[in-house]
């Protein structure tokens, strides 16, 4: 028994969605300070592509919400540039499936985007925005904001993603998108006085909720206007917070699915648990999982 000793920097979107789903990943890699290298994992495919992704589509638009021209020509001639300073990877032999995906993804994301920013009469496009911390209860927030566009209508906050439609759809038709809520808060919007979207690269298709401004958006029928959710699900995030600061100042280390029995009930108010394991968990290879 013991109490397990709290990380007093701020929190990360990414370090919240552990806390609250897979406590045990979050003392293993925020608190002990273990990494996926230690452990013998390797960065997957979807990761570089979005990395490259990203990248282009931040330097496309480096003048602006009407980018650089030509996007054919431009990938043509930025393009090789990005993947030398990035993506290396992407240039060995057998890798051209590979290549023409991200081109792809690229080529979408810059329509999609330049279609909004038109319909929204964006004037002031930023990418990467790393704004200053903000409180959230007991903790501080801090992320980054991968697309930030203000201009005549709503602030829209979207999130760049290679991948993972039918993930980002569940979450946003069922509340529980997190990252986009605390990328609204950072970003002075903790009302829900903006447009928020996931934005799939891979598929050229924006997530949204329902009733948003974006012009061509998938917006699940279950979905609540971004004024009612954000609100909704920061007040359970923050109770999510002290439940979990409450079980690891105890000494307690929640597991998460595959081993979820005995578990004691959640208290009301805070956000539900994950009834799957993390796709992602660099951990299971500590915690003896793989074979299961």
Not at 62 to 77: H, I, M, N, Q, V
Not at 168 to 194: N, T, W
Not at 229 to 256: I, M, N
Request: avoid cysteine.
């Amino acid at each position: 028994e013991g109490t397990i000793p709290r990380r007093e920097d701020p929190e990360s979107p990414t370090s919240l969605e552990k806390l609250w789903k897979y406590p045990y990943e979050y003392v293993a890699g925020r608190i002990a300070g273990l990494r996926r290298a230690s452990l013998g994992a390797l960065a997957s495919g979807p990761l570089l592509l979005g990395s490259v992704l990203h990248a282009a589509v931040a330097e496309y638009f480096t003048d602006g919400p009407g980018g650089a021209g030509d996007p054919e020509r431009w990938l043509s001639d930025r393009l090789p540039g990005i993947l030398d300073r990035i993506g290396l990877p992407l240039l060995q032999p057998g890798t051209t499936a590979e290549r023409s995906a991200v081109t792809r993804a690229i080529r979408s994301t810059i329509s999609v985007l330049s279609r909004e920013f038109a319909h929204r009469g964006a004037t002031a496009v930023r990418f990467e925005v790393s704004p200053d911390p903000v409180t959230l209860g007991p903790i501080q927030v801090r992320g980054r904001v991968d697309v930030y566009a203000t201009g005549r209508a709503d602030p829209a906050v979207i999130d760049l993603k290679w991948g993972s439609a039918t993930l980002r759809r569940k979450e946003v038709a069922e509340g529980s998108d997190m990252q986009l809520s605390v990328y609204a808060l950072l970003v002075g919007h903790g009302a829900g006085d903006l447009d928020i979207a996931y934005l799939i690269g891979s598929r050229g298709e924006l997530v949204a909720h329902g009733g948003s401004g974006f012009d061509q958006a998938f917006e699940p029928e279950e979905s609540l206007p971004t004024r009612e959710s954000v609100p909704a699900l920061l007040a359970r995030l923050e109770e999510t917070v002290r439940w979990r600061r409450d079980q690891l100042e105890a000494g307690t280390v929640e597991l998460a699915p595959p081993q979820t029995a005995g578990l004691a009930p959640a208290p009301p108010g805070v956000l539900p648990r994950p009834v799957e394991a993390d796709p992602y968990d660099g951990f299971r290879t500590l915690l003896g999982w793989d074979v299961i």
